[in-house]
Structure formats: C-alpha cells, structure tokens
C-alpha cells in the first residue's frame, strides 16, 4: 500500500455504469423482455444505484463540476430513489387492490425531462461519447413522461428502450474510457471531440 496521501478522484465512472444498469433494466421492461412482475427487482437494483450515483454527485461537486455534478444529484433522487420505490409501490398497491393516479408521475418526468434538455447544449461542449449518452436518454424521458400521462401509447415504449439502451452502451463505454484512459496515461478508448469547442479559457464539462 502506499504512503502518500491519498487524493480524491471523479466517481465519474462507477455513476455512468450505474446509469448505464437503469438503461438496462428499462430496455428490458419497456420493451416486454421481462414480464412486469420483475418490478420489484428492477426497483432494488435503481436504489442500489441512488447509493452510487449520491457518492458521484458529491465528488463531481467536490471537484467543481457543477453540471455533472447537479445531473448526477436529482438522477440520484428522481431517476433512482424515487423510481425504485415507486416500483415497489406500485407492485404492493397493484397486488392489494388499492387504487393510485400514476399519471402525477408524468408531470414530475416532464421537470426532469425539460431541465435535462435545456442543459444538454453543456453537454456538447464535452466528450463526444458523453454527448451521445445524454442525447440518447433526452428523447426517451420525454417519451417516459408522456406515457405516465396516458398520451403516448404502448408502441412509444419500445423506442424509450431503444433508445434507454443506446443511452447505457454509451455510458459503459464513456465509463470504460475515462478508467482506462486515466491508468494507462494514454488513449485507449477515444472519448471524441466535442461537438462544440470551447475558447480556451473556458471550462469544458464533467469529469476533466
């Protein structure tokens, strides 16, 4: 072990991998891979992964990332924590015949779904592979919000988890770069230029 003082480091990776696990485990739901009564299981693994997108959003505020940094905290809460135990619930209700009105889901993803596209233009101003994760999982959240709402039909939710899981490739494979990258002190996977260049001097977005 060694001897010098440890210093922080970007939780960047382990909180795309877990993005990349709701991707996941959203393709299958959405697009009738699994039956639904494997919501309950789905809604662990999301509270599993609150734990670990929490640690990330602190550390990427730690480090000054206030875009990485703010996305990864109401992920952690909304997209995680809340949709894991709003699985759970729904199940119980579903299974003692209580009634709920879901669609007051709809309107909580259309806050998330409207701030996470107008903070998509700092995403561009990044890594190319990152742009491509949070541009993938734009449409699907609003694709999400209006099937809560009852407005769009089952036939969207295959597109949602199409497009969730091209949103949880990309993340895996930001994930893998940034490691990788960083132990090697080389390329070995490319991130890709971003689709739009900064000045030089101002700041680029997560997890440089």
């Not at 693994?45 to 000054?64: K, S, Y």
């Not at 995680?80 to 729904?90: D, I, P, R, S, Y």
Request: glycine fraction near 10%; charged fraction near 10%.
């Amino acid at each position: 072990m060694s001897n010098h003082q440890a210093s922080w480091t970007s939780a960047g990776p382990a909180g795309l991998v877990a993005l990349a696990v709701a991707c996941f485990v959203f393709f299958a739901l959405l697009t009738g891979r699994v039956e639904h009564s494997a919501i309950p299981i789905m809604g662990l693994w999301l509270i599993g992964g609150f734990v670990i997108q929490l640690v990330t959003a602190l550390l990427e505020l730690r480090e000054g990332n206030m875009l990485g940094g703010n996305v990864f905290t109401f992920f952690s809460a909304f997209f995680m924590l809340v949709t894991g135990v709003e699985m759970l619930f729904k199940f119980w209700a579903a299974h003692n015949n209580v009634a709920i009105d879901a669609r007051i889901s709809g309107y909580s993803w259309l806050a998330i779904s409207a701030a996470i596209t107008l903070w998509f233009p700092a995403y561009l101003t990044g890594p190319k592979s990152l742009s491509l994760v949070v541009g993938a999982l734009v449409p699907a959240l609003w694709i999400i919000a209006f099937k809560d709402l009852g407005i769009a039909g089952a036939a969207w939710a295959n597109a949602a988890g199409y497009l969730a899981l091209i949103g949880g490739l990309m993340g895996i494979y930001t994930s893998a770069a940034m490691v990788l990258n960083n132990k090697f002190g080389k390329v070995i996977l490319p991130f890709g230029a971003p689709f739009i260049k900064l000045e030089p001097d101002q700041p680029a977005t997560l997890g440089e």
